[in-house]
């Protein structure tokens, strides 16, 4: 379907799915990562370049054989995709501008109450006890506290829920650069996918409800299980907020719907994100999909973001892995033997609660989605009593 080649900064399970939707449409991708990475295991050409994606040297490997250079993680090395996007005709999608900003949360923050997007209140702060108590004095307990750089999975927060905190919470985050954020008493957490063109136009996904387990994506419920018009609002800011962001791609946008009904924007990534994996067998075009036409220039139909049918209804399952080898295959077999479910494992090694694969599971009915979790989850017989 086009001719340039596609390289992606990042192996991992995010990395992978693209290589699978560009395969599909004879996109070319070329890998920047550890050798075997999960990207590179269903990719075989001899091209891909070992290393990180940190490394200078490694990135401009990659740059020499690529037309486009898109990530599927935003902690890269930035000043080189800078230097290249001035110093050569590559294309950088999102732009390292883009990367850059979200690199840092707290200048994420900035920039998004600088266009009018409601965030939950932060500031910068020093690493002392005698400024986590001004930040107490003024956002009174519990705040979170966290590092403005290198975070994902909720390593990089504390929640700091009194004084007697300061001390563990500043040893969790020694060394890091941190921000403090007045606490969101949320009722859900909810996430919305968009794509935005090259030509800059943003398209959104359903709104999906996330749940969270020690900080990590469990499930998803698509369309959230919401009224419609907080499922519109939270459209409407995820797409102001990616309109603000240069260059082309996917963006997962997380907030917080609060018991009022408003909603806060908690962080937007630039890439493909957990919440939005129940697009590949929800969605007329996945988002792994969307990331690679949208990075091309290649067409986004009307309704490509739309569920398949208006009476879909998805629930996406993380499968995390566990203490022994192997012991995530349980679950992914019950899957296997559920109507409406699909298994997409990422060819990881098993290390306890590491992201080894999810199940998406589709049905006429989220009634009938949720029973067939429970069937996948072992507890079938127990919910049907
Ligand atoms: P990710 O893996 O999504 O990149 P992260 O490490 O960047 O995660 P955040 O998204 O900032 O972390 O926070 C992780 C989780 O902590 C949120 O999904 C939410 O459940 C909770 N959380 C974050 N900020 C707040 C807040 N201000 N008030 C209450 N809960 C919060
Ligand atoms: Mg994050
Ligand atoms: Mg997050």
Known sequence: MDSRTVGILGGGQLGRMMVEAAHRLNVKTVVLDAEGS?????????????????????IARLAAKCDVLTIEI????????ENLQKHSNISIQPAPSTIRLIQDKYVQKEHLIEHGIA???????????????????????????????LAYDGRGNFVVKSKADFEQALTVL?????YAEKWAPFVKELAVMCVRSLDGEVFTYPTTETIHQNNICHLTFTPARVG??????????????????????????????????????????????????????????SQFEAHIRAVLGLPLPKNFSQLSTPSTNAIMLNILGGAEAD??????????????????????????DRKMGHINIVAGSMKEAESRLARVLGEADKTST
């Not at 999960?38 to 490694?58: C, L, M, R, W, Y």
């Not at 020694?174 to 941190?178: C, E, V």
């Not at 907080?230 to 791609?249: D, F, I, P, R, S």
């Not at 917080?256 to 908690?266: I, Q, Y």
Request: aromatic share 6%; with cysteine; glycine share 8%.
């Open 327 to 352: 012991s995530e295959l349980e679950i992914c077999k019950r899957g296997l033997t559920t109507p409406g479910a699909t298994v997409h494992l990422y060819g990881k090694t098993t290390r306890t």
């Open 74 to 81: 935003e902690h890269v090395n930035v000043d080189v995709l």
């Open 38 to 58: 999960p990207a590179k295991q269903i990719n075989a050409i001899s091209e891909h370049v070992n290393g990180s994606f940190t490394d200078s040297d490694a």
């Open 228 to 285: 419609d018009s907080v499922q519109y609002k939270a459209q409407l800011l995820a797409q102001n907020a990616v309109k603000t962001l240069a260059g082309a791609g996917i963006f997962g946008v997380e907030m917080f719907l609060l018991p009022d009904g408003e909603l806060l924007l908690n962080e937007i990534a630039p890439r493909p994100h957990n919440s939005g994996h129940y697009t590949q067998d929800a969605c007329a075009t």
């Open 174 to 178: 020694h060394n890091r650069p941190l």
């Open 119 to 149: 965030t939950a209140e932060s500031m910068a702060v020093e690493s002392t006890t005698d400024a986590l108590e001004a930040i107490g004095i003024q956002y009174g307990y519990p705040f979170m506290l966290k590092s403005r750089t």
